[in-house]
Each structure stands twice: as C-alpha cells, then as structure tokens.
C-alpha cells in the first residue's frame, strides 16, 4: 500500500514532499490475545448456557434461580444412551456459578474436610442417611418419569453389594463426596448435612482465594447448620445464592468464562 501510495504522488505532484508510509496500526500482541481469550470465553459460556436450555427442553427444573428464571438443579432424564438404564445421580447442578464454586471448596479440601466431620458426628451421619431416603422418596415421586421408577428402584435401591446411596450414587452411604451432588440435593428442597454446610460455607464466605482459612469456613458453616433448624430453600434464595456464587468467582479467577468444570455432558 505504501509503494503506490508513493508512485500515486509521483505522478500527480511532482512538486510536492512523498508521503510517508504508514504502516497499519497493530493493537499489542498482549491486548490482542486477552480479547481473543475473552470472545473465545464468552462464546463457551453461551454455548454452556443454550446447553442448558436445550436439556431444559428433555429434564424437569427442579429449582430456579429467583426472578429470572434460569435452571439451577434439573432432573435426569430417566434414560442413558437410548436405552432403559436410569442413572442413581437424578438431580443435577446446571448453574455455572454454583458449580465453579462448589469446585473451588473441593480444591480447598472440603470433600476431606466434611467426611472426617461426618465420620465423627453421629448426628451429621444420621443425617446423611435419611437423607438418601428423602432423596429416594423425592426422585420416585417428583422426577422420574412414572415408567422408569421401577427400573431406578431395582437397579439402586435394593439391598446388596450393588445398591447405590444417594444422589452421589455411593456404594458407601456415609461419603461426603461429591459436594455438586449433595448440594443439588440441598438446593432441591431436600434435607441433606453436606449440601447445607457446603450452602452455608459459602454464603458466608467473602473470598475463595488461596488465602482463606478453609477450616475455619467450613468449621463456622458446620456450626452455623447445628445452630438453626434446616429449612427448605425457595427460588428467591437460590437466586441470592447464585448472585452470591458470581461475585466469588473473581476471588480465585474461576470467572463464569474461565476454568473450573468443563464436561458437558455431566453437569453437576
């Protein structure tokens, strides 16, 4: 461009001083690499957000978040792969947010964390394990389709070397792992220790960084849950929780458009 610019003012002004070449001007490599990452970023998250809506299309809500409406836990399916399989996980966290978070709690110890509490409170494990009842009761009743209660029932909840616990699907009914899971039970309406203190944790937590005293947010969280009686969550709460959920993201960099869980077909 800049060769026929200056040919161009050879033969028109002779008289006149050449131009200057101006090369095209270039953003830093730096700038240009943060906005690729950024669209690139937003493009997953809307990717991840019309996924959700597509299986709102086949799963039942379970629980929205407050006003807007947007899915937090969605019920299975009742079916894997086409055939008559039905999975022991029927509720699952489909907000980012949450999940982003609750995964961050994970890295800072808390699957190890809440099973030694479990392991030593009576009372926490007695919890546990009528909540896997109540869990049992809720997705025959409220989220399998009425022809795959049987097959959920034969599969998962007989007795024996096979039988699953819970929303996790454990072979051991007192496990605290995984945290998404029995938070989506909590967020379900319910009852279940690990969900509620994982819910508690943070809510009242100001940051996720690697800075923050883990023990002593899940110790205040554990005992915030023995304190007040269980309640079941509304849309309203979710929602806060979920508001909540987003403003941590930054603290550890697990923003809604950045890191954290990336399966797409399991969401939870």
Known sequence: KATVSVL??????????????V??????????????AKAGALKRKREREEEVLMKEK??????RCGADGKPAVAGAEGAKNGTTHVGATCLWLVCDEINRCIGR???LGGVTTLQKWLDEDAAAKEALLASHKAYQAYVTAHVLPEDKVATFLKMHCQDGPQRKHGNAGTTNAVVAKCLHAHTATFLSTVPNPVGRVVYLALQAASSLSDEVDADKLFADAIAAAAAA????????DVGRFAAHCEQLLPTFGGTAKSGGRRKKKRLH
């Not at 028109?12 to 131009?19: C, E, G, L, N, V």
């Not at 090369?23 to 690729?36: F, L, R, S, V």
């Open 8 to 21: 161009n003012w050879a033969m028109s002004s002779p008289q006149a001083d050449p131009p200057v070449p």
């Open 23 to 36: 090369a095209d001007e270039k953003k830093p490599a730096a700038e240009e690499g943060g906005e690729a």
């Open 58 to 63: 086949e799963r039942k809500i379970v629980m």
């Open 105 to 107: 709690l994970e890295r």
């Open 229 to 236: 009686p269980d309640a079941a969550l509304t849309e309203e």
